[in-house]
């Protein structure tokens, strides 16, 4: 897996009346080198249309495209991963049934959980919520950065922070130590979505100069 830094997933909630591969598209103009589908809300076979399109955009781009959850849309569409939660197929299966080469992350909330997916073969970690976020229902109470800080002590494998990361304390996330950082509505709610993607790259790099 290729080192990355700003990782996007998508939130049409927050684009209505812009098409989802042109936001997308418009991200990884501005700097966007991980994308990511969560859909949680359309048909099976909408969230397939999607991937499909997705997967098209991000090969041309050659940037990795993951899926969040559906593994056997991920399959058919031959994305280069998914993602999972904790309340999710356990790792082993998924990892049978995605095979050797293609990527797993897995979404974590404490050191346990980040260990238990290293040590299950992850391929990267989510880690989060860093601060208070409005993108996600049901979301557990904001690790902080000192979280980041213990897993980057503890864990070996790439991990990115997620959660009310924004241009404006990016910073923070980058030097508590975490070399990737994934957001939503800081990209994709944006009016131009390809200078906020260019604004949080420029960000990122001013932070790990």
Known sequence: MKDFQLYVITGEAFHKGKELVTVMEDAIKGGADFIQLRDKTSSRKEVFEKAKQLKELCQSYEVPFIVNDYIDIAMAVDADGVHVGQDDMPLAHVRKLVGDDKIIGVSTHKIEEALEAEQGGADYIGVGPIFKTNSKEDVVDPV????????????SIPFVAIGGIKTHNVREVIEAGADAVCVITEVVAADDVQAAAMRMTEAIN???A
């Open 144 to 155: 902080t950065t000192s979280y980041i800080k213990e897993i980057k002590a503890t864990i």
């Open 206 to 208: 001013e932070a790990k």
